[in-house]
């Protein structure tokens, strides 16, 4: 992949030249062009075939070179063995924008590589922005051009869409098509040999920044000819299989989520989901957990399913995000009503109260029997007046952020009507309402009258409910950003300077710690045994219990004599990663004799150990530590990892033996600053244990916090290590105390 | 609600009167004639109405004393007020079986609340079974018979539904109308005055023991004459606000899933859904934890959602269900195979390996680049007759439990011939084909297609994926029933003697349980301090340290001096339920020096404690107990609750300080034997810490499987027991011990 590349001119070009053009409007360059023309593309297009002369009345060119200008865009659609010639032409013609849409590249094998690779040699060469190969195109129907051999959706609308699959690209369109929904633009990445994800989110960026203001008049214009206003977002929706640049990535969705809301769908949770992408289209997953906690920290939503992106693009693209968290439910039906009283609780949402004045307003419209709480029952014989009312006083309360319309398909229901009301009512307050009619078949009218007000409409109650709630998810991190950013500014004049502080003793002490590493590459080891761990996490000053190396227990008890019992006794060593498992710590040890008891049963253990043949990582060179004991307190983890796609990724949760048991693992993409630190501690479930577990006092997590961040610049500022854990951190009434860590080199990968 | 009663006359009537008919076909009454019509009823129907003489054709009788003979069924559509005169008379003319429409009753509030009760006075006194008030009535395609007022769909099926809401009746009417599922019965509750679920799945098992042999044959005859064989199952989907009668209901569902699946959905997980049902039908929220216990024990499947519940009449009524857990995903899409494959390993599917023959007879019928593992990628140029040959070899694969078929529409794709070739072969292999064709555009007549074979089609393939887990939960669970049944049947004849043995033991300790019981309540005591608690635990053997109530130190060191250091320093009494959480245990106390010292700060604070009035929990009698120390092990907890629907109902889960932290609550409705119990403990967390923690030794289970057993024993047998609990109860090398107890009495409540 190239640096980012201004695709300003690829999305919004003057003339195009269809490479394979053909006037069988069933091979792909037919469908192209027939598209291109339908799609009211007003530039000029040049078919390229040597065997044609004219197609539908155009001019057709027998080569590149021969094209009377230099297009602004180039579409390839030929067998992928006679593209990489073609491009070299496009290169040497001028054109620096190309879509190709040929299949045959690395998802068919090691043939299909090697053609890939020199396709993307070409494209260095001429510096040639490529699109695909083996994709389905892009539409920007802002210009509006369709570049695709797809069954396109001509609906307009504020959505922008990624999608690495040409596949799921056809099945949105499809769905767009029977839902009413538009988009803005739609680009389909298919191999990301030159232009990725980042590439796109990048020119989107630029271009909500002003650069293309007038594309934005334009749609603003197309939008309010459609009469229902002008929607201020663009969200952006993405399929993705892989994710390049996993930083840059982050960086972009960040940026574009401040503004926009941003939905992705990324398959490979499981590892055989795995397995089936790399047999698919060489996409390789990395750790799920990893691309969870960044794309929650970049402030995009997740989605868990193909059916939640299909509603979150309806629910970004038509409605706005709630405010808070107060739903209201409006339901001609009790049953209904109930199940949507739980989904709302379930999401994380809540049942706005009714209060007096409103309550008294609905008294005024509602029958005796219809319920005045929340859910509001309006009763099965409501009809669109009712509805109309009800909602009238409802939608208007400032104590409600959204409201969901249920309606079941009884007797004397006027389904059509009810979604006219429903659709004003969106209107007149522009406040977010998502409705469930019920059914499917009668309901169906209903819907395609919702769809034309912009009123996402869902089949059952709870989807429109978790559609919500992802929506308010989005607008919690939006101000939590912004207030964020305020208190980084307060910070910056009170405390920046300790922070800065660390920083430079990082460096002071740096040459220590590379001393220690060093070391043990020069003893091609990758694995640091826990007195040179230890002696690693001194250097950025965090507090470690004392210790010693020693070889007898004279030594030991000698230690033992001047820090004072209990102590506790461990071997150490490059392969003695799994002490406790081995038995290798015995804590407690309160006196001399009970040293001298606890080494020799330690001795007969690594002798045992040692002449385990079987047990290959308890072998190597195993030492005995000794350390003064660490007061009981809360004990948890804290580590950073190198993830390949995203860089040194923090990990902190419970930790000691109840680390397996508990899973608590809670992540972040670093850098990470104070407010980041202590946000991560108190979202764990150890927190739960430090805050004060069963009436005792909580315990200060000052020392705590600023050990995480040491950790985390340790781990940031040394690229030559590749894991760093500590565990167990103890936090006790005395401190906080990094007991046992672990370090692993880049070599040892 | 009354004792089980006949429903067979109800539900298959030779003659119904309409009290209410109308020659109106917009009022209720109209409706109803109408649809009676509709729906083919063979036998007789009088209308009933003072005000008219001929309604279509029919004699109206102005009064059901007048009618020529008895009814079999009287259905009444009048105003509430004059429901009961009528019911009466009704009564009198001999009719035992009634359906009333009309509302107005207890979800109205008090005044309808009264009017129910007389209601169900009237019914007691004549011994009517009556479906409703509040209701939509019922369906029974195999007579036929329709005795609704609703839009109802005439598609015949081997569906059977119970809604206690008529508005989600409603919305499945209009559902099935769309997808073409058919069913046998439909019924619907509304407020259970008399007739409820428990009574129409007796009659529906009662049905299906060959009483009512002639219906069946019918509905098989329907069935062969559609042309796709006979399915052997009636799944019975439930929607149900409330349950009556718990423990019923539970054995009935039990008894219904050892030969037809069972669905429910039943909302009220969330306090604000409880609150939601109150306002509305009056049902009162159980603890939902309980029903998901009871649920699972009696191996029905818990619906989620809405969609669920739809996804799984399909997926019930069409489709056997899978016998392992295997599925083959064949798709002509790449992202949505990963996607799926994802959705596999979440719901607990597996992936069947594609081994080396399936694979090369499919290289002998797919291009060279498909993918031959799973999920099998037959390209996006796939036509029908290729997903067909695919199919062919995969389907028959006697490692494959299931298959899910994907498709995306592209622009080759041959939607309704693929479909043919999906419904072709879910007929020749009778093996369980789900499908997703993704769009909804163009792909829906591919859906009509499938639907026209049965075949279930869901939007999006996780929908799919998920319908087939849920259905082979059902399976697993009839297969450990029946494998069960076969272990209770050989213990019976090695062990039943000690279950037994216990049980008179029991007898035989009840007084001594029962005089402590006696002195508490005589004492207006709701609540037994630690000391008696373990009174009762001892009656029924269950091991307890020593432990001795004192009133001086002097006293405390003599038991100490007798039974051993450590011991254990606590404040007991009536209200100290919470020891911990205010100081009131004092562990590990290794001296008389020791145990000096705490006996001290133990009485200044209790006299801290007695003396702060705001803390009203820990006053009252407090006394002292000194207890012997049991060794360090795993600490669980074990405790039976009574609950208002089910009886009661034990918990076990990991125990001590854990207990708030794991959360790990296991429960189950009593009675429970040996296995089930060993089945409980090994599906907790704790079980993760007993069968051997971090290369620790397992502990042995078996004394703690006879300590739940006589707990739950315990339990059944004291009614005047409300709560009982231990905790912790602590395993370890020596023996399971019953550490500390507390009992609640049901005068308490």
Known sequence: MMGMSDLSKMFNPKSIAVVG????????GGILLKNLKESGFAGKVYPVNPHARKIDGLKVYSDVMSLPEVPDLVVVAIPAQFVNEVLKMVGEKGTRDVVVF????????????????????VCRQYQINLVGPNCLGFVNNMLPVNVTFGQVVKNKGNLRFISQSGAIAAAIFDWFAGNGLGFSEFVTLGNKAVVGENEVLDYWLEETRNKKQETRNKAEEIEKKLGWGWSDVYPVGMYLESIVEGR???????????????????????????????SHTGAIAGEDAVLDAALKQAGAVRCVSLEEMFDLSRAFSWERAPKGPNVVVVSNAGGPAVISADAITEAGLKLAPIGRVIRKRLTEVLPRAASLVNPVDVLGDALAERYYQALDIVVASPKVDAVVVILTPQVMTQIEKTAMAVGEMSHKYGKPIMCSFMGGGHTERGEKILNRYRVPAFEYPERAIRALARMYEWNQWR???????????????????????????????????GQVVATATSEGRGVLDSKEAEEILKTVRIRVPESMVVETCEQAREFAGRVGYPVVLKMIGEKMLHKTEVGGVVTNIGSDGELGKKWE???????????????????????????KQVNRGVEVIVGVKRDANFGPVLMFG?????????????LWVLPIDKEETRRLIEGSKAYKLLNGFRGEEPYSLDELVELVEKLAGLAESSPEISDIEINPVIVNREGTWAVDGKVLLQISN
Do not use: C
């Not at 004049?493 to 220590?512: C, G, H, L, R, V």
């Not at 419970?654 to 809670?666: K, P, Q, S, V, Y």
């Open 21 to 28: 053009a053909s006037r069988d409007k069933k091979k792909i």
């Open 102 to 121: 040929s299949a045959g590249y690395k998802e068919i094998g090691e043939e299909g590589k090697k053609l890939e690779e020199e396709l993307k040699e």
């Open 248 to 278: 840059k990535f982050i960086e972009l969705v960040k940026e574009t989520s401040k503004k926009d809301p941003v939905f992705v769908l990324k398959p490979g949770k499981s590892k055989a989901a795995a397995k089936a992408m790399q």
């Open 479 to 513: 101000q939590s950003e912004s207030s964020e950013h305020n208190e980084v500014v307060s910070m910056t004049n009170n405390q920046a300077p300790i922070t800065k502080q660390y920083q430079n003793s990082n460096d002071q002490y740096q040459n220590e710690a």
């Open 601 to 627: 049963e330690m001795w007969k253990r690594k002798l045992q150990v040692t002449s385990d043949k079987l047990q290959e990582k308890t072998q190597g060179d195993i030492k005995f530590l000794v350390q």
């Open 654 to 666: 419970a930790g000691g033996t109840m680390a397996e048991l508990i899973r608590d693992r809670n």
